[in-house]
């Protein structure tokens, strides 16, 4: 069982920076790690993901050249580095593991989800 607790959310004005944090309770040094957020009144939309060791990445064209995510295997950590934000950003955002070696990008795909980290971008 992984345990998955968001921080770093928060309220920034357009064209800042957030880094997002994801601790897991549990050894996820074989999982692939992915991070998703969801809009009031919209789907959940696929941000980012890595695979188990954090060498291979993917991201959503709305994010690509924006946001960075990383893994550190030794902490249980998975991090969403988010620059030049946007109002359009605004949303909870969700971090997700599953025991996989490659990258993942659909949500139905991941075992275990945290709680959620609200992200605002005043204009």
């Known amino acids: 069982q992984v345990q998955l607790v968001e921080s770093g959310g928060g309220l920034v004005q357009a064209g800042g920076s957030l880094r997002l944090s994801c601790a897991a309770s549990g050894r996820t040094f074989s999982y692939a790690m992915g991070w998703f957020r969801q809009a009031p009144g919209k789907e959940r939309e696929f941000v980012a993901a890595?695979?188990?060791?954090?060498?291979?990445?993917y991201y959503g064209e709305s994010v690509k050249g924006r946001f960075t995510i990383s893994k550190d295997n030794a902490k249980n950590t998975v991090y969403l580095q988010m620059n030049s934000l946007k109002p359009e950003d605004t949303a909870v955002y969700y971090c997700?593991?599953?025991?996989?070696?490659?990258?993942?990008?659909?949500?139905?795909?991941?075992?275990?989800w945290g709680q959620g980290t609200q992200v605002t971008v005043s204009s």
């Open positions: 997700a593991a599953a025991k996989s070696t490659v990258v993942l990008v659909a949500s139905y795909e991941y075992e275990y």
């Open positions: 890595t695979n188990w060791s954090g060498r291979d990445t």
